[in-house]
């Protein structure tokens, strides 16, 4: 197609776009954006929080016949005040952005599940140190945020809590550690391959 054409084609195209409308005023169509926008933000994120439900994260049979029975064996699933923390509590940051960069991360794991990268318990096995592996450079790289959603230095109580991990968690702050730095494991088995830095 000529240069010429393809340039009178685009703006008789644009002309049309930015023409008024003779049946509809401004203020309707503008309203009739609006109410779906709000529509699709809806849905959006009702599909989206949909996602970071316990229940969706256990579908799969790779996360509930592993990861999942792990956890169910923790502070994090039962204990005495009955707060449980759940998959996305720890995996999903809360903020918008960091958010959607970790949903898109996850549809790549959602690509293993479908290739059949990790569909067996032996393969889920040999690829765990590589997969735990991201996920401690990622909570690191966010200073452990999900664990400091509700876990917090300056709300450890030295008369609540064992003198051995308040001084430890108190050289931890001093130090500028962060949760993940100590606490690998917390709620799902080490991989056979990992190596204590500290021992």
Known sequence: MDASVKQGLMKRTWARLNRPS???????????????????WGGFHTGLEATNTLEFCTTCHEMRD????????????????????????????????P?????????????GKITGTIDTKEKFEAKRMKLATHEWARMKASNSQECRNCHSFDAMSAELQKQTPYKKHIKAREEGKTCIDCHKGIAHQLPKEYKDPDE
């Open 22 to 40: 003779t049946k509809y005023s401004a203020l309707a169509i503008g309203a009739v954006f609006f109410v779906a926008g709000i529509v699709f």
């Open 99 to 111: 958010k959607m960069i970790r949903k898109a991360q996850a549809s790549m794991e959602v690509w």
């Open 66 to 97: 592993t990861v999942y029975q792990e956890y169910k064996n923790t502070i994090h699933y039962s204990n005495r005040t009955g707060v449980r923390a759940i998959c996305s509590d720890c995996h999903v940051p809360k903020e918008w952005g």
